[in-house]
């Protein structure tokens, strides 16, 4: 086999594992700390690609787009926060998911009315423009900043988590609501920061794909699914869980869609092969997904005290 | 029935009366599209049905649940895309295959509670939406037209004649409000009731709630599969749009919209949610701007639908 193939698929794989994990990691706080099923979730991450991307091509600086959409998602996250999902949290899920899925409607429309049907194009910064040789591969620069970046997140947010003062009141929400809220934490606020905090990931998730694949209305919708497989098989609010389950996912997904069919090519004929390789290869993460479930329902990494 | 004497019963009556008149009465008005949009409504307002069966009654939120229209009428488009036209093959086949599909994800999910459910079934939904996408033989993205409708090989009853089709859409409605209704009341629906709102106490009697949940699941499945089956058969073109996870949610939508754990609510839900769509569509192309922030507010304040909203306080189920 070629190896040189197989570790840049490798790669890219690991690579969409960052995306998914920056998108899970809102996501299962969320719904960790909250209770809320957020299908708007996939809002964010579009909205944060088209406001940091039109940042971006206004100043002729990707990096500014990047530094500037976060305070915009903080803010648009936690209005959205407080207008709408602040008077679901004593509903059941079936609000939950009926309220924001009227919101991704409304915010997949207004993206329209605003940006038109066509999209965005955002272009690569000179400097992250390019291909760097590393052993027998080259593979491009900007997908490597992609990986370094999310890893840096990732270890950020493991930080405020599990170091910081915010975190703590975070963990204390999480495990018991009402208690952290007789000790005098302000509850509400804590919700409206996690809130704009989970909203900040997926914008920056949605804006770092940006220059590879161009922002597109209901370009978080896939990846709200794929996020939602991510934190089932992770265990829902879990960090850690949702860290390990995505890259798992990226992975296997990506190196399933290069590789299945010359792997079926083994055992079954050419012409089985060809057309089998790609159906199995888009379901194999939802029957892993099933099989994981089937074992531990409870997914691989329940956090600890979740009922 | 007892219910006959309130508003929401008068409502019910009205849109099944119009849905029975509808062939007649808008060609007379000078109409006649309107007989297609109302067979599109008895169509969903099938799976709405099906769908109420297990969420309404049964607690069981199903994010997945436009899979069964999708699977119901891709059995349809791929036996007639392979000459297979008989309606005695072609039913029996799309009918077993809802059933062993929702047995294996009914099996699967019902292991899970509450938002694990909810989001387990849109992921094995969306698995069977990215394998009709990836099958270029059956035309992926562009969906696959059927040419001939299920043939059943009888002279006084052939799909192709409108009217045919569209009371056949209109008896397969009533059967199935009439078979929830039947289901409901039985000891079967009993049990699922009971196991919804205490699931634990219910098992304590003695009485698996797994295979009862299991069996609800089955049987919605097959019901919203043959709304499938009749879908194909009616716009005689199947795409993977049909099963795409936006239909599950406006699903959704429709049985809250008219009264979740009403017998007639996801029609009434059907009605409005189809009609609303087709009035706010010929005002602007970006109705979803309107009819996103309508949902939500629904949600909000209206929390037993319109049939919630119509029924007094003291007459009702729960």
Redesign the interface.
Known sequence: MDYVLLIEQFLNGFQLGIILFLMAAGLTLV?GIMDL?N?AHGSMFMIGAFVGGTIAVVTGSFVIGVILMIPAMLIIGIVVEMT?LR??YP?D???H???T??????????T??IWGPEGLIVPLPAFLDGSVALGAITYPVYRIVIIVVGLLVALGLYILVSRTRIGMLIRAGASNRAMAGALGVNIPLLFSIVFGIGAVLAGLAGLIITPITAAQIGMG?DVL?LA??V??IGG?GSIRGAFIASIVTGVIDTMGRSFLDVFLLLFLPENAAE?AG??LS??MI??L??AI??FR?QGLFPPKGAG | MAELKNPASILTLIVIGLCAVVPFLAPALGEPFYVIVFARIMIWAIAAVSLNLIMGYGGMISFGHAVYLGIGGYTIGILAFHGITSAWIQWPVAIGACAFISLIFGAISLRTRGVYFIMITLALAQMIFFLSVSAERYGSDDGLNILTRSDFGLSFFDLNDKLTMYYTIFAVLLASVFISWKLIHSRFGVVMRAAKSNDTRVQAVGVSTYRYRLIAFVIAGVMCGIAGLLQANFERFVSPDMMNWPRSGELIFMVVLGGMSTIFGPVTGAFVFLMLSEILSTWTIHWHIIFGPFLVLVVLFARGGIHGLLTPRASRDE
Do not use: C, K, Q, W
């Open positions: 719904f099923v299908l709408t008077t679901l509903r899920h079936l609000d998911v009926l309220a899925f009227g919101l991704i409607l409304f915010f997949n429309e207004a329209r009315l919708e699914i939602f497989v934190i089932v829902i057309s790609p159906a888009s379901m939802y029957i997904m099933a479930l089937f329902p």
